[in-house]
């Protein structure tokens, strides 16, 4: 699974470099004036200090949760891991409709595109709905096809012990079951059916960050306004540290060897500062406000959009609240979800800026 996804990752950043070096052919639209603010050489710098500053804050956070373990209040069976997770959920939800969705709006209603059929059909809605539709469809596919994956070849004999394990694991409150497996199973034990889930999510969960993440990095490697980059690397740097905790937190609970936690890291790590370089290369030929760029780009935020609400509401939110441990104390369910208007509220004052 993990190898399929990594795959399907590389392929999408090949299509947008592939696509971004023919979008030419169409003179770009005349927005808005930016007057003094656009300037060429006084940009680079800026861009450079970007790649830098957001790759280091995206390592950072998505690496902080998976070295938890070293603070005992951080264990992910503790409350305090529970309430730091609703944080980041809540910022993956305001990403989701506070940063990407308006962003898509923004394009696909922009004056440089005719009116038909652009302003005629609200496409960010109806792709961003067939988004978290097929969200929906991998999400339950890739859980089913893992869970039988990882229950064959076991022996009839062995049925009831597998069944009562897997009860085990899904009754049990969230984040006892880690203390059993010390990563991944072994390869004559079944996997948990929790832990399946919580290996599904983090790679749903990493596809729909790095496509948002490439478009980004792709936006502002492109832009040549001063005054618009300046705030952006600054909003972009906490934006990717909190995103990454909450991709962390799904990465620890999912129990992955080393190896296949360092690939995910990897990933999210360089993603917007790969978008940002293939930008900035590719400045002279992409044109941000063209008719192709637009459609693209837009239709690209709204499915990560879909995306990325469907997973904070459904498998990060959702699972938790609905589960065992919150559903045990409500006192606890109270300083979560303080913590999720924490985190949403926060990501969602960054839009002024980003």
Request: aromatic letters at 8%.
């Amino acid at each position: 699974m993990a190898t399929s996804t990594h795959k399907l990752i590389l392929a999408f950043i090949l299509l947008i470099s592939i696509f971004t070096s023919q979008v030419h052919g169409e003179e770009e639209c005349q927005a808005d004036s930016a007057g003094s603010c656009v300037d060429k050489k006084a940009a680079l710098p800026l861009k450079i200090i970007a790649i830098v500053s957001i790759l280091i804050t995206s390592m950072i956070g998505v690496c902080l949760p998976l070295f938890s373990r070293s603070i005992p209040s951080l264990a992910p069976d503790r409350d305090l891991f529970v309430i730091v997770k609703a944080f980041a959920a809540g910022i993956i939800l305001a990403t989701g409709f506070m940063h990407v969705l308006p962003d898509s709006f923004d394009m696909l209603w922009s004056t440089c595109l005719p009116e038909t059929p652009w302003h005629k059909f609200p496409f960010t809605g109806f792709v961003a709905m067939l988004s978290a539709i097929v969200t929906l469809m991998v999400d339950s596919m890739a859980t089913s096809v893992y869970t039988k994956k990882n229950s064959a070849g076991i022996k009839p004999a062995d049925n009831e012990t597998v069944q009562d394990a897997e009860m085990a694991v899904v009754s049990a409150p969230q984040g006892h079951f880690h203390g059993h497996h010390h990563g991944s199973a072994s390869k004559d034990q079944p996997i948990g059916a929790q832990l399946l889930r919580y290996r599904v999510v983090a790679m749903v969960l990493e596809l729909g960050i790095v496509v948002h993440s490439v478009v980004i990095g792709l936006s502002l490697g492109a832009s040549n306004n001063t005054c618009t980059i300046k705030p952006l690397v600054a909003a972009l740097c906490f934006h990717q540290m909190f995103e990454g905790m909450g991709l962390g937190g799904c990465i620890l609970q999912a129990e992955y060897k080393l190896s296949k936690k360092a690939i995910m890291v990897f990933f999210f790590s360089v993603t917007t500062p790969f978008g940002i370089a293939l930008g900035i290369a590719l400045s002279n030929v992409y044109k941000e406000n063209s008719p192709d760029s637009l459609i693209t780009v837009g239709l690209l935020n709204a499915s990560s959009a879909g995306l990325l609400i469907y997973m904070a509401l459904v498998d990060l939110l959702a699972a938790d609240f609905m589960g065992p441990k919150l559903q045990r104390s409500i006192k606890l369910q109270l300083k979560s979800y303080a913590a999720v208007l924490l985190g949403a509220g926060g990501m969602s004052l960054m839009a002024k800026w980003a």
